[in-house]
T-cell receptor, first 115, second 113 residues
Framework: NAGVMQNPRHLVRRRGQEARLRCSPM?????VYWYRQLPEEGLKFMVY????????ESGMPKERFSAEFPKEGPSILRIQQVVRGDSAAYFC?????????????FGPGTRLTVL | QKEVEQDPGPLSVPEGAIVSLNCTYS??????FMWYRQYSRKGPELLMY????GNKEDGRFTAQVDKSSKYISLFIRDSQPSDSATYLC?????????????FGSGTRLSIRP
């Protein structure tokens, strides 16, 4: 049973470009979460999605950031017009529909570097 | 004030020592408490979880929650070099369904052989 998959693992963008980060949840999982980790800091919640629905986006910056989890295919975190401050590790986590406790399984992360 | 406060360390102890890691929190609505371990340049992995005050033991690891003081701890007995990692405390308001997790900033732990 493959774990949470994220790609690319490393992404380099110049200021002003777009970054697209992809996340495939574990098989059977229908909940996806995105977190951002700045250097030497803990993970900060960004957004929680179920298939075709955004459930909680309270941690998403108001501009340039968007996320989707379509009926088919991976979840996408999109950052438009990247700036140097967007450089961070972005982690995706997934959890099943029914769970007796709130366990989220994390992927290996995508490390975004903005030049 | 951050919702979850965690001493960033770094913490360096000799092999075999007992390690104590701690976090405090301010949100009384937190019901579910977790410890994650994160190796360098990897994703976090769940180490322990609990949703009530008291102790929970799993092998060399003991998680302790004191809701009245809003204080949680993780103890590692007989520490090993392979325990060297960053330990993140984490908590959420719900435990029976999916919800966002709030993380501490992490404590970097190094176990010296």
């Amino acid at each position: 049973n493959a774990g949470v998959m994220q790609n690319p693992r490393h992404l380099v963008r110049r200021r002003g470009q777009e970054a697209r980060l992809r996340c495939s949840p574990m098989k059977g999982h229908s909940h996806v979460y995105w977190y951002r980790q700045l250097p030497e800091e803990g993970l900060k919640f960004m957004v929680y999605l179920q298939k075709e629905n955004i459930i909680d986006e309270s941690g998403m910056p108001k501009e340039r950031f968007s996320a989707e989890f379509p009926k088919e295919g991976p979840s996408i975190l999109r950052i438009q017009q990247v700036v140097r401050g967007d450089s961070a590790a972005y982690f995706c986590a997934s959890s099943p529909e029914q769970s007796s406790y709130n366990e989220q399984f994390f992927g290996p992360g995508t490390r975004l570097t903005v030049l | 004030q951050k919702e979850v406060e965690q001493d960033p360390g770094p913490l360096s102890v000799p092999e075999g020592a007992i390690v104590s890691l701690n976090c405090t929190y301010s949100n009384s609505a937190f019901q579910y408490f977790m410890w994650y371990r994160q190796y360098s340049r990897k994703g976090p992995e769940l180490l322990m979880y609990t949703y009530s005050s008291g102790n929970k033991e799993d092998g060399r690891f003991t998680a302790q929650v004191d809701k009245s003081s809003k204080y949680i701890s993780l103890f590692i007995r007989d520490s090993q070099p392979s325990d060297s990692a960053t330990y993140l405390c984490a908590m959420s308001e719900l435990y029976s369904s999916a919800s966002k997790i709030i993380f501490g900033s992490g404590t970097r732990l190094s176990i010296r052989p």
